[in-house]
Protein backbone atom coordinates (compact mmCIF):
# COMPACT_ATOMS: atom_id res chain seq x y z
CA UNK A 1 0.00 0.00 0.00
CA UNK A 2 1.73 3.06 -0.85
CA UNK A 3 2.42 5.62 1.55
CA UNK A 4 0.30 8.81 2.52
CA UNK A 5 1.55 12.12 1.78
CA UNK A 6 0.85 15.61 2.26
CA UNK A 7 -0.63 16.23 -0.99
CA UNK A 8 -3.32 13.00 -0.40
CA UNK A 9 -6.62 13.98 -1.45
CA UNK A 10 -5.46 17.63 -3.13
CA UNK A 11 -7.95 18.58 -5.62
CA UNK A 12 -6.51 21.63 -7.86
CA UNK A 13 -8.92 23.18 -10.00
CA UNK A 14 -9.06 26.50 -12.38
CA UNK A 15 -9.95 29.83 -10.91
CA UNK A 16 -13.42 28.96 -9.42
CA UNK A 17 -16.33 31.41 -10.20
CA UNK A 18 -16.25 33.24 -6.77
CA UNK A 19 -12.55 34.41 -8.05
CA UNK A 20 -14.53 35.00 -11.32
CA UNK A 21 -17.29 37.01 -9.64
CA UNK A 22 -15.04 39.18 -7.19
CA UNK A 23 -12.68 40.21 -10.18
CA UNK A 24 -15.64 41.42 -11.91
CA UNK A 25 -17.03 42.97 -8.72
CA UNK A 26 -13.79 44.78 -8.30
CA UNK A 27 -13.56 46.02 -11.42
CA UNK A 28 -17.20 47.22 -10.85
CA UNK A 29 -16.60 48.98 -7.48
CA UNK A 30 -13.34 50.61 -9.11
CA UNK A 31 -14.98 52.33 -11.86
CA UNK A 32 -17.76 53.23 -9.14
CA UNK A 33 -20.41 51.12 -10.94
CA UNK A 34 -21.26 50.68 -6.95
CA UNK A 35 -21.17 54.09 -5.02
CA UNK A 36 -19.01 53.73 -1.28
CA UNK A 37 -21.42 51.96 1.30
CA UNK A 38 -23.30 50.39 -1.16
CA UNK A 39 -24.56 47.30 -0.34
CA UNK A 40 -23.91 44.25 -2.27
CA UNK A 41 -27.28 42.14 -2.17
CA UNK A 42 -26.66 38.53 -2.57
CA UNK A 43 -29.99 37.59 -3.14
CA UNK A 44 -30.10 40.66 -6.33
CA UNK A 45 -26.99 39.42 -7.66
CA UNK A 46 -27.00 35.96 -7.54
CA UNK A 47 -30.84 36.18 -9.10
CA UNK A 48 -28.90 37.84 -11.75
CA UNK A 49 -26.29 36.28 -12.75
CA UNK A 50 -27.79 32.69 -12.35
CA UNK A 51 -25.29 31.63 -9.50
CA UNK A 52 -25.77 30.20 -6.10
CA UNK A 53 -25.28 32.92 -3.29
CA UNK A 54 -23.03 30.88 -1.73
CA UNK A 55 -20.95 31.76 -4.39
CA UNK A 56 -21.56 35.31 -3.86
CA UNK A 57 -20.62 35.43 -0.70
CA UNK A 58 -17.85 33.76 -0.92
CA UNK A 59 -16.95 36.23 -4.01
CA UNK A 60 -17.55 39.05 -0.88
CA UNK A 61 -15.24 37.51 1.09
CA UNK A 62 -12.46 37.62 -1.22
CA UNK A 63 -13.37 41.45 -1.76
CA UNK A 64 -12.66 41.74 1.75
CA UNK A 65 -9.47 40.66 1.75
CA UNK A 66 -8.53 43.08 -1.19
CA UNK A 67 -10.17 45.88 1.13
CA UNK A 68 -12.98 46.88 -1.05
CA UNK A 69 -15.63 45.25 0.69
CA UNK A 70 -16.34 45.26 4.53
CA UNK A 71 -18.93 42.74 6.37
CA UNK A 72 -21.32 44.12 8.76
CA UNK A 73 -24.12 42.11 10.78
CA UNK A 74 -27.61 41.76 9.76
CA UNK A 75 -26.23 43.60 6.26
CA UNK A 76 -23.90 41.29 4.82
CA UNK A 77 -20.97 42.60 2.35
CA UNK A 78 -20.73 46.55 2.03
CA UNK A 79 -18.98 48.79 -0.50
CA UNK A 80 -16.13 50.40 2.17
CA UNK A 81 -16.39 53.67 2.91
CA UNK A 82 -14.89 56.54 2.55
CA UNK A 83 -13.39 58.07 6.11
CA UNK A 84 -11.12 59.86 6.84
CA UNK A 85 -9.71 57.33 9.43
CA UNK A 86 -8.77 55.41 6.57
CA UNK A 87 -7.20 57.91 4.37
CA UNK A 88 -4.98 58.80 7.23
CA UNK A 89 -4.01 55.66 7.67
CA UNK A 90 -4.08 54.43 3.64
CA UNK A 91 -1.47 57.60 3.00
CA UNK A 92 0.43 57.58 5.86
CA UNK A 93 1.12 53.39 4.82
CA UNK A 94 2.03 54.60 0.92
CA UNK A 95 4.29 57.94 2.50
CA UNK A 96 6.44 55.26 4.65
CA UNK A 97 6.97 53.34 1.64
CA UNK A 98 7.56 55.74 -1.00
CA UNK A 99 9.84 57.81 0.96
CA UNK A 100 12.08 54.67 1.86
CA UNK A 101 12.18 53.65 -2.10
CA UNK A 102 13.80 57.38 -2.40
CA UNK A 103 16.16 56.93 0.15
CA UNK A 104 18.75 55.73 -2.02
CA UNK A 105 19.45 56.84 -5.59
CA UNK A 106 17.58 54.64 -8.23
CA UNK A 107 19.78 53.31 -11.21
CA UNK A 108 19.78 50.89 -13.84
CA UNK A 109 16.76 48.78 -14.46
CA UNK A 110 15.10 49.92 -11.83
CA UNK A 111 15.48 53.88 -12.53
CA UNK A 112 14.42 52.12 -16.28
CA UNK A 113 11.11 51.09 -14.91
CA UNK A 114 10.12 53.87 -12.92
CA UNK A 115 11.17 56.26 -15.95
CA UNK A 116 9.19 53.76 -18.23
CA UNK A 117 6.19 53.84 -15.71
CA UNK A 118 6.20 57.86 -15.38
CA UNK A 119 6.43 58.10 -19.35
CA UNK A 120 3.50 55.45 -19.66
CA UNK A 121 1.21 57.71 -17.26
CA UNK A 122 2.21 60.94 -19.24
CA UNK A 123 0.83 59.54 -22.46
CA UNK A 124 -2.47 58.01 -20.42
CA UNK A 125 -3.33 61.73 -19.83
CA UNK A 126 -3.91 62.80 -22.89
CA UNK A 127 -6.63 59.96 -23.17
CA UNK A 128 -8.63 62.09 -20.36
CA UNK A 129 -9.97 58.42 -19.36
CA UNK A 130 -9.95 58.70 -15.33
CA UNK A 131 -9.65 55.16 -15.09
CA UNK A 132 -6.56 54.55 -17.45
CA UNK A 133 -5.36 57.75 -15.65
CA UNK A 134 -5.64 56.91 -12.21
CA UNK A 135 -4.39 53.05 -13.13
CA UNK A 136 -1.20 54.86 -15.21
CA UNK A 137 -0.30 57.08 -12.34
CA UNK A 138 -0.62 54.34 -9.44
CA UNK A 139 1.77 52.09 -12.14
CA UNK A 140 4.08 54.62 -11.53
CA UNK A 141 4.55 54.79 -8.04
CA UNK A 142 4.22 51.02 -7.71
CA UNK A 143 7.11 51.22 -9.95
CA UNK A 144 9.16 53.28 -7.29
CA UNK A 145 8.32 51.40 -4.22
CA UNK A 146 9.13 47.78 -6.56
CA UNK A 147 12.95 49.14 -6.50
CA UNK A 148 13.14 48.06 -2.77
CA UNK A 149 13.46 44.84 -3.60
CA UNK A 150 11.46 43.15 -1.95
CA UNK A 151 8.49 41.31 -3.49
CA UNK A 152 6.55 41.01 0.12
CA UNK A 153 6.22 44.73 -0.10
CA UNK A 154 5.22 44.79 -3.39
CA UNK A 155 2.25 42.59 -2.38
CA UNK A 156 1.75 44.83 0.58
CA UNK A 157 1.90 48.15 -1.44
CA UNK A 158 -0.80 46.18 -4.15
CA UNK A 159 -3.37 45.93 -1.57
CA UNK A 160 -2.93 49.77 -0.77
CA UNK A 161 -2.62 50.27 -4.78
CA UNK A 162 -5.98 48.49 -4.72
CA UNK A 163 -7.37 51.23 -2.27
CA UNK A 164 -5.68 53.61 -3.81
CA UNK A 165 -7.41 53.09 -7.25
CA UNK A 166 -11.06 53.04 -5.15
CA UNK A 167 -10.02 56.17 -3.70
CA UNK A 168 -8.86 58.14 -6.90
CA UNK A 169 -11.35 57.04 -8.81
CA UNK A 170 -14.32 58.50 -7.02
CA UNK A 171 -12.26 61.64 -5.74
CA UNK A 172 -11.34 62.06 -9.73
CA UNK A 173 -15.33 61.21 -10.70
CA UNK A 174 -15.73 64.24 -8.16
CA UNK A 175 -13.54 67.60 -9.07
CA UNK A 176 -12.57 66.10 -12.53
CA UNK A 177 -8.57 66.32 -12.66
CA UNK A 178 -8.44 64.04 -15.10
CA UNK A 179 -9.40 66.19 -17.62
CA UNK A 180 -6.42 68.41 -17.05
CA UNK A 181 -3.36 66.73 -18.18
CA UNK A 182 -0.62 69.84 -17.66
CA UNK A 183 -1.81 69.96 -14.21
CA UNK A 184 -1.59 65.92 -13.48
CA UNK A 185 1.58 65.91 -15.30
CA UNK A 186 2.95 68.55 -13.61
CA UNK A 187 2.18 67.28 -10.05
CA UNK A 188 4.47 64.64 -10.67
CA UNK A 189 7.06 66.19 -12.56
CA UNK A 190 9.42 67.62 -9.89
CA UNK A 191 9.65 63.99 -8.24
CA UNK A 192 10.72 62.46 -11.60
CA UNK A 193 13.27 65.53 -12.43
CA UNK A 194 14.34 64.53 -8.19
CA UNK A 195 14.82 60.73 -9.28
CA UNK A 196 16.65 61.65 -12.02
CA UNK A 197 18.26 63.71 -10.62
CA UNK A 198 20.04 61.10 -7.97
CA UNK A 199 18.89 63.46 -5.36
CA UNK A 200 17.54 61.35 -2.96
CA UNK A 201 16.56 64.61 -0.05
CA UNK A 202 15.22 66.23 -2.72
CA UNK A 203 13.50 63.29 -3.84
CA UNK A 204 11.76 62.23 -0.96
CA UNK A 205 10.62 65.43 0.39
CA UNK A 206 9.16 66.29 -3.48
CA UNK A 207 7.34 62.47 -2.93
CA UNK A 208 5.95 63.60 0.67
CA UNK A 209 4.51 67.07 -1.03
CA UNK A 210 2.80 65.54 -3.66
CA UNK A 211 1.18 62.33 -1.51
CA UNK A 212 0.44 65.01 1.42
CA UNK A 213 -1.27 67.32 -1.03
CA UNK A 214 -3.26 64.25 -2.46
CA UNK A 215 -4.48 63.28 0.82
CA UNK A 216 -5.54 66.63 1.65
CA UNK A 217 -7.25 66.16 -1.62
CA UNK A 218 -9.16 63.31 -0.64
CA UNK A 219 -10.06 64.69 2.93
CA UNK A 220 -11.58 68.05 1.05
CA UNK A 221 -13.80 65.77 -1.37
CA UNK A 222 -15.08 64.27 2.13
CA UNK A 223 -15.92 67.08 3.42
CA UNK A 224 -17.73 68.58 0.63
CA UNK A 225 -19.47 65.26 0.33
CA UNK A 226 -20.45 65.23 3.71
CA UNK A 227 -21.39 69.28 3.49
CA UNK A 228 -23.63 68.00 0.88
CA UNK A 229 -25.07 65.19 2.32
Known sequence: M????ALDGLVTRRTTTAQQLADGLSERIL???????????????A??????RNTVREAGRLLELGGLVRFEVNHGAMVISLTRESVDELYTARDRLERAALA???HGDG??????AFDGFVNETASRDRARIVAADLSFHAAVVATLGSGRID????????????????ISAHDREFEHPDKLIAEHEPLMDAVRAGDCVRAQREAGHHIASNAERVRKVLAACDGGA
Not at 111 to 116: F, K, N, S, T
Not at 160 to 169: G, H, N, P, S, V
Open 31 to 45: AGAFRPGERLRESAI
Open 2 to 5: AAMT
Open 155 to 170: AFYSVLTRELRFYLMA
Open 111 to 116: LARVEA
Open 47 to 52: AELGIA
Open 104 to 106: TPL
